[in-house]
């Protein structure tokens, strides 16, 4: 079964940057996978925050933003703010099927 | 603005069927990949299946032998049934509006309604 692996954990310092990856079992990661990624604070539902590798909804914050790079998909937080600590989850299509990444949980310290 | 609302039991007993609705407000349900996914306590989510209004449907293959997915257009609502549960079925249940033409989108979620299989 496809497996789609992201970061555990990645720590970063308020006004810092980071990126967060997400890998796919199955080979390198294209926009044929149309990557998404989601945001997931405690006790709530997910939101989702890119969509097709690199297109953001009109509520996302300019300073999230999506690629694919090294043959895996990447979320990069710029200018991190203490609110955009979460959990972040990747999405990816494969075919009809829908595969989810463990998560990356973000820390602002 | 679309709005996604789940609703059913909240205990759900071992070997039964576990049965999930999700209305859909604000919008059609005509059009779209309508999809159901879950995240037992504390940890990550799992994709369940979708169905596509026009019926069509796809499992994760895990879970195929155990669901089901419906749709009924007159009411704007979609469907999930799980059968045979056990205790690892519990989790919180979303459903979510799944866009698939020339960008690929999971942009609206239910608040999520928690499920727990016990006697």
């Known amino acids: 079964q496809t497996v789609v692996t992201q970061e555990p954990s990645l720590t970063v310092s308020p006004g810092g940057t980071v990126t967060l990856t997400c890998a796919s079992s199955?080979?390198?990661?294209?926009?044929?996978?149309?990557p998404n990624w989601f945001q997931q604070k405690p006790g709530q539902a997910p939101r989702a925050l890119i969509y097709s590798t690199s297109n953001k909804h009109s509520w996302t914050p300019a300073r999230f933003s999506g690629s694919v790079l090294g043959g895996k998909a990447a979320l990069t937080l710029s200018g991190v703010q203490p609110e955009d600590e979460a959990v972040y989850y990747c999405?990816?299509?494969?075919?009809?099927?829908?595969?989810f990444g463990g998560g990356t949980k973000v820390t602002v310290l | 603005q679309v709005q996604l609302q789940e609703s059913g039991p909240g205990l759900v007993k071992p070997s039964e069927t576990l049965s999930l609705t999700c209305t859909v407000f604000?919008?059609?349900?005509?059009?779209?990949?309508w999809t159901w996914i879950r995240q037992p306590p504390g940890k990550g989510l799992e994709w369940i299946g979708y169905?596509?209004?026009?019926?069509?449907?796809k499992y994760k293959p895990s879970l195929k032998s155990r669901v089901t997915i419906s749709v009924d257009t007159s009411k704007n609502q979609f469907s999930l049934k799980l059968s045979s549960v056990t205790a690892a079925d519990t989790a919180v249940y979303y459903c979510?509006?799944?866009?698939?033409?020339?960008?690929?989108?999971?942009?609206?979620w239910g608040k999520g309604t928690t499920v727990t299989v016990s006697s």
């Open positions: 604000g919008g059609s349900i005509s059009s779209y990949y």
């Open positions: 979510a509006r799944d866009s698939r033409d020339f960008y690929y989108n999971m942009d609206v």
């Open positions: 169905i596509h209004y026009s019926g069509s449907t």
């Open positions: 999405l990816l299509y494969y075919g009809g099927a829908v595969v």
């Open positions: 199955t080979g390198a990661v294209t926009s044929g996978h149309y």
